[in-house]
Nanobody, 121 residues
């Protein structure tokens, strides 16, 4: 079955860097908009960054100029390079795909399992 597998989370010091990746499994022909969301304890989920199939990006103001979202369609993977991390970046990060065409069907609204990012002081 199609799923989004995230990796790259962990513990990092404030000011450090971390790269998250999210790879789509299965026989996939095309992928729509790929996004990263995050949710900190006691807070609502927020959109961090997104990237379209043509490479257009969008970033939340809170991480603008610190994070970079990219995609590598040959690997069916989206990345989030996080730089100059702050304690307030601590959250569970989720990847999301709005549309995905597989060998069987067109799928919508797919989520990764989430990966914990913890930034220490």
């Amino acid at each position: 079955q199609v799923q989004l597998v995230e990796s790259g989370g962990g513990l990092v010091q404030s000011g450090g860097s971390l790269e998250l990746s999210c790879a789509a499994s299965g026989i996939i022909y095309s992928v729509g908009v790929m996004s990263w969301y995050r949710q900190a304890p006691g807070k609502q989920r927020e959109l961090v960054a997104s990237i379209t199939s043509s490479g257009s990006t969008n970033y939340a103001d809170s991480i603008k100029d610190r994070f970079i979202v990219s995609r590598e369609d040959a690997k069916k993977t989206v990345y989030l390079q996080m730089n100059r991390l702050k304690a307030e970046d601590t959250a569970v990060y989720y990847c999301h795909v709005d549309r995905m065409a597989t060998n069987r069907e067109l799928l919508y609204d797919l989520w990764g399992q989430g990966t914990q990012v913890t930034v220490s002081y």
